[in-house]
């Protein structure tokens, strides 16, 4: 039983490795293009652009790797592919507002 039980473990946690290398990998893009669109002074509306261009391809690994791993749990693909590009579009679009709203509040710190 406790073997069971350990080589059930064993497995899970291959899987979950499988989403958190493109998931860290994922997040540090956007923390770094954050970090360097602030150094160029990109413009919060041109900012959500900068994004994808910077990180669209940490976001398709990891859209992939969630795919793969909802499959290989039973979830159709279809699903998988939506549930996957949902959790994509909201790193990128939770990033672009941290971005706006540090943008609006260095431009009022600037203006006092």
């Given at each position: 039983?406790i073997?069971?039980?350990m080589a059930?473990?064993m497995?899970?946690?291959?899987?979950q490795?499988?989403i958190?290398g493109?998931?860290?990998?994922f997040?540090n893009c956007l923390?770094?293009?954050e970090?360097?669109?602030?150094?160029?002074?990109?413009?919060?509306?041109?900012?959500?652009?900068y994004?994808?261009?910077?990180?669209?391809?940490q976001?398709?690994r990891l859209k992939?790797?969630?795919?793969a791993?909802?499959?290989?749990?039973?979830?159709?693909?279809?699903?998988a592919?939506n549930?996957?590009?949902?959790?994509?579009?909201?790193g990128?679009t939770?990033?672009?507002?941290?971005?706006?709203y540090?943008?609006s509040?260095a431009?009022?710190a600037?203006?006092?």
């Amino acid at each position: 039983m406790i073997i069971l039980t350990m080589a059930s473990a064993m497995y899970l946690a291959g899987l979950q490795a499988a989403i958190t290398g493109p998931r860290i990998a994922f997040t540090n893009c956007l923390k770094k293009a954050e970090a360097s669109a602030k150094t160029e002074k990109i413009a919060p509306d041109a900012y959500a652009d900068y994004l994808r261009a910077a990180c669209g391809t940490q976001g398709d690994r990891l859209k992939a790797a969630l795919v793969a791993f909802d499959v290989k749990n039973g979830v159709s693909r279809t699903r998988a592919s939506n549930d996957a590009s949902t959790d994509v579009t909201d790193g990128f679009t939770s990033s672009a507002q941290t971005y706006k709203y540090s943008a609006s509040a260095a431009s009022k710190a600037e203006a006092n």
